[in-house]
């Protein structure tokens, strides 16, 4: 009978790399959005620390389609000088989207009622201004989507030992 271990070594090696590859493209793809997730976060730390006053503060009740569910979004709306210009802002920290839990919503409006604050401003374009900093979790989860890089890489150098240990 015929070993047919040894004639199938390119096959598995195609497919070890294959998978491999795949594996670790997924990792290195979502490594990327972490780390551009991290860089937008410390951006804003970087930016000029203003003081300013919240004139509203409320909590947005609405539907985005009419069968949808009720989404709230906490509306803080602000005026801050930048220079010697006044500018108004409404973003609590970028990114900021509405959601299905009202309870969130009114604990921002509870952190920022009507009165004075502080808020960071981008000194390149002072019409951007954030009441909050976005979380820096994003570096602190990196190391998951690097098992995967790890993983594939990994893969693929078992593939190639095996491909030449059979040949």
Known sequence: MKDTTKE???GSLLWGLALGTAIAAAGVVFCYLLLVAYHRAMETRGWAETPCEVFASEVREF???PHSPMNYKADI???YFFG???FE???VRRGDGA???RSKAEKVVEAFPVGDSVCWVDPAAPENAVLRH???AA???IWFPGLFVLGGVGIMVAAVRNAVTRK
Request: hydrophobic residues 10%; charged residues 20%.
């Open 8 to 10: 199938n070594w390119l």
């Open 99 to 101: 959601s299905g839990n």
């Open 89 to 91: 802002g409404n973003r």
């Open 139 to 141: 570096l602190y989860s």
């Open 134 to 136: 976005t979380s820096k």
């Open 77 to 79: 709306q602000y005026s």
């Open 63 to 65: 539907k985005p389609t």
């Open 84 to 86: 010697d210009k006044q």
